[in-house]
């Protein structure tokens, strides 16, 4: 089963951008769907980004579409989330998922491996 870890949160002033990586171990990554989720406190975890097995599909929320650009290596056995324009409500901890098999989803109840997280935190 394929393994994640993410990298690359940090403070960022609103406006400002960061890029997420998620690298992937074990499993064959090229065949999973790739998804990017985030929790702020109190909150639920809620969808982001999703990139297809073969990145010919993506999806994001409307809080973040036309900001956020979601994308795959599968030769690199990584996903990155491109954010730009951020904004304070993006403050969150941000999840990497992986789920086996082609369909793709943004259900976070469909993904079946996490990454540990990794904290984005956006000043105004």
């Known amino acids: 089963q394929v393994q994640l870890v993410e990298s690359g949160g940090g403070l960022v002033q609103a406006g400002g951008s960061l890029r997420l990586s998620c690298a992937a171990s074990?499993?064959?990554?090229?065949?999973?769907?790739m998804g990017w989720f985030r929790q702020a406190p109190g909150k639920e975890r809620e969808f982001v980004a999703a990139i297809s097995w073969g990145a010919g599909r993506t999806d994001y929320a409307d809080s973040v579409k036309g900001r956020f650009t979601i994308s795959r290596d599968n030769a690199k056995n990584t996903v990155y989330l491109q954010m730009n324009s951020l904004k304070p409500e993006d403050t969150a901890v941000y999840y990497c998922?992986?789920?086996?098999?082609?369909?793709?989803?943004?259900?976070?109840?469909?993904?079946?491996?996490w990454g540990q997280g990794t904290q984005v935190t956006v000043s105004s």
């Open positions: 074990r499993g064959t990554f090229s065949i999973y769907t």
């Open positions: 998922a992986a789920r086996g098999g082609p369909m793709f989803t943004t259900s976070p109840d469909a993904y079946n491996t």
